[in-house]
């Protein structure tokens, strides 16, 4: 009986829409053991705070890696649109043209990496590594080695905020959640959503079918870069300072988060909501583990065991499927 038991719950880890919130939940029950603040209602506000910039970043990630894609450029993306935001109106433009140009060369960027996937076919890994450099080279150029500070109204307005008691809710928070409900909407209700995953089951099949596979290729990187400058913005309100050198490490944590929410690196298959939940996860275990005294690197060693095994969880997922 006992014997049965384990196995319909490792079962349960297997099933994408399943597995993630479990995690979410387990990992939430042994802090709230073990630590005295983390179920406080402004440490929660603080968790889903530090989940903003990655988590909408990690929105883009997964409509591309439900193409069977992968966008390790991002996170510069991301730094680009800072950048440029921040030093234009810090030499006397306008905020709203200058939050306006940001988001259009994000864009831009991913109408360029979606080309080059798509119409000369070239793997997205080494486009998006390939641009990696590019727009990080270009961002620092652009910066001329210099941070800016962000003093405008416009540009840190997604970091004001309303106290629901002891809860602290940003306007960044606010943006996050309509993005994620807006994307939801287009992925599971619209026949563009429906395209992505008949691509990323089968792009040639999907051909086959009807679809425009090259167009839709396009749409999903220049949008997902669209989504990459919204997350600068967001970027400026929680950090008031654009750095080059910011972000880092979000490409690997958006793509982190969403494998973590279940989303097959292979395509085809794939949840915002499971992103979503695959972002608190990472926020929830980082923020747990600093209120328990732990090293930062202990952070990163659980995060790496949780994406091989959210991937080995996959695998063994595909296999049993029909």
Do not use: K
């Not at 793997?123 to 080695?145: E, K, N, Y």
């Not at 005294?293 to 091989?308: A, E, M, N, R, S």
């Amino acid at each position: 009986m006992l014997m049965r038991g384990a196995q319909a719950v490792a079962r349960a880890f297997t099933i994408p829409t399943i597995g993630p919130p479990l995690v979410l939940a387990a990992f939430c029950a042994v802090f709230a053991l073990t630590t005295r603040t983390f179920w406080a209602p402004g440490n929660l506000s603080l968790v889903v705070q530090q989940s903003v910039i990655d988590g909408t970043l990690a929105i883009g990630q997964t409509l591309i890696i439900v193409t069977a894609g992968i966008d390790l450029a991002n996170g510069a993306i991301a730094v680009l649109g800072t950048i440029v935001a921040a030093r234009l109106v810090v030499e006397g433009h306008g905020a709203l043209p200058a939050m306006l140009l940001a988001l259009a060369l994000c864009t831009g960027v991913g109408f360029i990496s979606g080309t080059l996937v798509s119409r000369l076919r070239l793997p997205p890994f080494i486009v998006t590594l390939g641009l990696l450099g590019i727009v990080t080279a270009a961002t620092r150029l652009f910066s001329l080695g210099s941070s800016y500070p962000v003093t405008d109204d416009l540009l840190g307005w997604t970091g004001n905020a309303v106290t629901l008691g002891e809860a602290t809710i940003t306007y960044g928070m606010i943006v996050m959640a309509g993005l994620y409900a807006l994307v939801w909407y287009l992925t599971t209700q619209t026949a563009w959503g429906r395209h992505i995953y008949a691509i990323g089951n089968n792009a040639e099949a999907a051909r086959l079918s009807g679809i425009r596979v090259p167009r839709t290729l396009v749409s999903v990187y220049t949008f997902a870069a669209f989504l990459y400058g919204i997350a600068a913005w967001l970027a400026l309100g929680r950090i008031p300072n654009a750095d080059p050198n910011a972000l880092a490490t979000a490409n690997l944590d958006s793509i982190t988060a969403v494998v973590i929410g279940g989303t097959s690196l292979f395509g085809g298959r794939g949840s915002l909501i499971g992103t979503l939940v695959g972002t608190l996860i990472v926020a929830a275990l980082r923020n747990g583990l600093t209120l328990e005294g732990f090293d930062p690197l202990w952070q990163d060693l659980v995060t790496g065991v949780l994406v091989i095994g959210a991937v080995a969880l996959d695998q063994v997922s595909r296999r049993r499927r029909p």
